[in-house]
């Protein structure tokens, strides 16, 4: 493979050692450029200890912009490229369609990641680990955009504030008012994982957790249509959460004084207009429309930011699994294009 794009030597070493496995072409729609992905697994150090991420990285030919995405808890990357109704639930695909390429990432503790003891992994070293990432994979691209869902986007915006080394933040089912009577009984019912007999062979410790069986559609997707296959596929590719990523999640972005007021480059709030655990009373935020939400945001943020706002409507968690998730990808790709 050609690395013909670096602009140096030692990053031509480094991004042959993030590769895994050869190049596959994706099939893309006739309209659409080619997409090129590639598994890659990027060697990094969590409070001294080496791990490493794994991740997809599809490409365009000719996109000079990447989102790397975070997912949340128990979520793996497969949440940005649902293979149920992927032409209408694939965020993957519908960047990749839009000439914007993708990097999907597991957090550390999940998919093909490493897996360190739960208490080393926290949204603060989740974040160092994906500052990491991005710093491997910026030279391939003039603009980067980081992006997650959930406590994925608590992650992307301490990376941002803190490293500052990113074009833009895009934050999803995430805002800095958590309904906790919603959230809190999501937690309590969630179960070890060392303990679920669909996750075997992980070895993990018992500050991973994950969701007892038939809990997602409540936990997740709710108010939104029980659609078999979709509920069906979130069941089966679920992952874990290590609990110590919720401390500093909530401490940082809700208690203390958010990271995101250091945050000096463009930011787009995602939200579905359902999702009980950022959204109305009693300690929610006000997710009526798109203005009632950019208000209700706004004091956390910069005017450097330029806060942008967007409700999907109809839905509740995780919308990526929405049907309507295509009016959302469509607002993206145009906040994306104009940053």
Same mark, same amino acid.
């Given at each position: ?28 729609? @006739? ?11 990027? #060697? ?12 997809? /990285?599809?490409? #365009? ?65 989740? @974040? ?7 710093? $491997? ?16 986007? $608590? ?13 833009? =933040? ?12 919603? =959230? %809190? #009984? ?6 070890? +994982?060392? /303990? ?22 409540? +936990? ?34 809700? %208690? ?64 990526? !699994?929405?049907?309507?998730? #295509?009016? !959302? ?11």
């Amino acid at each position: 493979m050609r690395w013909s794009r670096f602009r140096s030597t030692a990053t031509k070493s480094l991004a042959v050692a993030l590769l895994t496995a050869g190049a596959v072409l994706v099939p893309a729609p @006739a309209s659409a450029a080619p997409v090129t992905c590639e598994q890659l697994r990027v #060697p990094v150090t969590v409070l001294g200890t080496p791990q490493s991420m794994r991740g997809t /990285l599809c490409t #365009p030919a000719g996109a000079s912009t990447v989102q790397v995405l975070i997912p949340g808890g128990t979520y793996n990357s497969s949440y940005w490229d649902i293979s149920y109704a992927p032409d209408t639930r694939s965020y993957r695909q519908a960047m990749n369609r839009a000439g914007i390429a993708t990097l999907a990432v597991d957090r550390l503790g999940t998919g093909g990641s490493s897996r360190p003891v739960s208490a080393l992994v926290t949204a603060t070293t989740q @974040a160092h680990a994906v500052h990491q990432v991005i710093r $491997a994979v910026r030279p391939r691209f003039e603009k980067v955009i980081v992006a997650g869902h959930s406590i994925g986007s $608590a992650m992307a915006l301490i990376e941002a504030g803190t490293y500052q080394d990113v074009d833009g =933040v895009l934050v999803t089912g995430f805002t800095h008012r958590m309904n906790v009577v919603t =959230v %809190v #009984p999501v937690l309590a019912r969630m179960v070890p +994982a060392a /303990l679920d007999p669909q996750l075997p062979g992980y070895g993990l410790d018992l500050g991973y957790l994950t969701t007892a069986a038939g809990a997602r559609y409540g +936990a997740f997707h709710s108010p939104g249509p029980e659609v078999p296959g979709a509920i069906g596929l979130d069941e089966a590719t679920k992952d874990v959460f290590a609990a110590s990523e919720a401390v500093d999640t909530v401490t940082l972005n809700n %208690v203390v004084m958010p990271f995101t007021r250091l945050i000096d480059m463009p930011v787009m709030v995602v939200v579905g207009a359902g999702d009980t655990h950022f959204c109305g009373q009693p300690l929610g935020s006000d997710c009526t429309s798109a203005e009632a939400l950019r208000a209700s945001e706004a004091p956390y943020f910069s005017d450097s930011a330029r806060l942008h706002t967007y409700l999907l409507d109809g839905y509740g968690h995780s919308i990526n !699994y929405a049907p309507n998730a #295509p009016d !959302y990808h469509r607002a993206v790709v145009a906040w994306a294009r104009g940053i």
